[in-house]
């Protein structure tokens, strides 16, 4: 007797399918283009989840870098000054530092400058 699978691979298709729902043209409603679709979309996120940590530890460099230079500092020195001073705040942190707190942020580059 022939096995159909009904259940298990409509459940199968219908979950591409609710995971292809917004796509435009056939990608949203015919299975075999939807499915190719989402595995490219899912292959996208994956490898942009990590690409969006480099852009961001990129953008608090560049930050941390014209804050510095306001306060008459390098990027590369104040980092090592602070690795010298054993003060362990994340660039993303000094970032916010920079943006939102001016004066914080010259404090901390002076504790850098002395070390």
Do not use: H, T
């Not at 292809?20 to 939807?34: E, L, P, S, T």
């Not at 994340?90 to 010259?106: E, N, Q, S, T, Y």
């Amino acid at each position: 007797m022939r096995v159909k699978k009904g259940v298990k691979a409509r459940r199968r298709r219908n979950r591409i399918l609710k995971l292809a729902k917004g796509y435009r043209g056939r990608r949203k409603n015919c299975y075999k283009r939807a499915n190719q679709a989402v595995e490219r979309a899912l292959d996208y996120a994956s490898r942009d989840r990590a690409a969006k940590k480099r852009n961001f530890r990129a953008l608090w460099i560049v930050r941390i870098n014209a804050a510095a230079r306001a306060v008459g500092l390098s990027y590369s020195r104040l980092i090592a000054g602070l690795a010298k001073a054993k003060v362990a705040i994340d660039r993303k942190i000094l970032a916010d530092l920079a943006v939102a707190d001016p004066a914080g942020f010259a404090a901390v580059a002076n504790i850098a400058r002395a070390a």
